[in-house]
């Protein structure tokens, strides 16, 4: 009977292992775990010998696969390459420290800081930059059913009347008067009407001369901006041109698409200005290294450098992209953000119209805009735009066609594309307080634009020009010979080093000068002045940097 019930178990073992083959993992706790089950069932003491002859080769093959499919060896090595300094090593690590200092464990490890002030990336909302009232409330109105909404009978004692009558306006001109069906790819046309109307009235421009269907709503300006790059980068010969330093967004794209990305220099002493000269020389080489030029990446106010270029300065850049045949990808996010009386922000498409460049058809320019920035700093809502200037009607359609495959933007961030586009007008209910709190936002962020560039600038050892515009610092900073030796022995930028330490002495997160590119022996940082808390990391700052030239000196 014996050899019988043996039989039974070999079967039932059988059964059993063929029935758990799809959910076993390879591991050694697993296979011990089931060669227990198998053998115990079996009456078998010799798991090993027992492993070896009961389990089929199709199980073997399950316990023991082959190298994943998708690993670090076979991954894109475009996108392995890609770094994006903004988000990288430091940011990266603050994460890690804020995470240790919420945790409730006794032992957690002690810093000096009870939390990390992040002034690596211009993200207003959250260092408690307030939003605006009005594009909330007709934002609210929007998300909410008619019947919670704009149709309640009592939606006056909450909202004020101009928000309700904006709200139904923006609900009837979408898809079944709804936020949550998907929307023309380029986005809502009425939407993008306003996106025109606001492009003409901001340049002087003759009414009706910018046409909605070269307009495209987008995720925030970043995915426009990639959306242009990939159409641009036709293959490993293409190459653009970008200011330097210049915003991640740019190389770390050229990396992924294996475009060639082409440096010109701003000038430093200038208040990093920029000159044809330059950009002469950056053509220049860049043919004679046989690179295809195929645009030119035009960061203005300027990002990390806060500065603001002329009209004139704008002039000389669009003629040139004219003159040479180039794509003039024109990054205008922080138009808002200009500081100083005696500058103005003028556009890309201003100083084309100007010049008589887009009446002749003689210019290709893309502008990109978004509500992260200026006094909306609504960075989660995802709202940007691209307006197309001289792009034929068949390669716009192939843009469209990449559009289409996303379906559509999200429709919250394009609604708040038209209200930053078209708030309220004079004489509606909320048009005092949207302006009133527009221009305290705007006053506080100028007011830290200056103390945090004449702080960082006062302190001995840094350099640091005047932020004019944007959000952000990009102070020099001379690193003493011993921290070089430390970061070239550590396989890092000395800024890198220096940032690392920063945060981990004092918890303030700022951006290595490296990750954005610098001249050969310039050391640095990026800093946003958003926080309130700027005074004070100023103060941190300088303490922090005398201690380090101490310890590196």
Known sequence: MMPRRRNKNSLLINVIMIATMKTVVASTAARSVLVLTFTSLAGVTNTSNCYQASTPSIIQATLNPHPKRLNIDTISSNLKSMEYAVRGKIAIEADKIADELSASSPNKKQYPFDHIVYTNIGNPHAVNQKPLTWPRQVLALLQLPDDLGVNHPEADKLFPQDAIERAREMKNAMSNRSMGAYTHSKGVREFRKDVARFIEKRDGAVKDSVDVENIYLTSGASEAITMIMTGLIKDSSCGIMIPIPQYPLYSATLDLLGGHKIGYYLDEQSIWGMNVQELERSLAEAKANGVNVV???????????????????????????ARHDIVLLSDEVYQENVYREEDQFFSARRAADELGLIENDAIQLCSFHS??????????????????????????????????????????????????????????????????????????????????????????????????????????????????????????????????????????????????????GRFGFRTTFLSPEMESVVEDIKRHYEEFCNKYA
């Open 371 to 520: 509500v992260s920035k200026g006094v909306f700093g609504e960075c989660g809502q995802r709202g940007g735009y691209v307006e197309m200037v001289g792009i034929p009607e068949d390669v716009n359609d192939i843009f469209f066609k990449m559009a289409s495959s996303k379906l559509c933007s999200n429709a919250s961030g394009q609604a708040m594309v038209s209200l930053m586009c078209r708030g309220p007008k004079r004489g509606d209910f909320s048009y005092e307080s949207h302006e009133r709190e527009k221009i305290a936002l705007f006053e506080s962020l100028k007011e830290r634009a200056s103390v945090v560039s004449q702080g960082l600038d006062s302190i001995p050892g840094f350099s640091c020009q005047p932020a004019t515009g944007a959000m952000y610092a990009f102070p020099s900073v001379q690193m003493p010979p011993g921290a070089i030796k430390v970061a070239q022995e550590m396989d890092m930028s000395p800024d890198t080093l220096y940032a690392l330490e920063l945060l981990q002495t004092t918890g303030i997160c700022v951006v290595p000068a490296s990750g954005f590119g610098q001249k050969a």
């Open 295 to 321: 645009a030119l990446v035009l960061i203005n106010p300027g990002n990390p450098t806060g500065q603001v270029l002329s009209g004139e300065e704008v002039k000389d850049i669009v003629s040139f992209c």
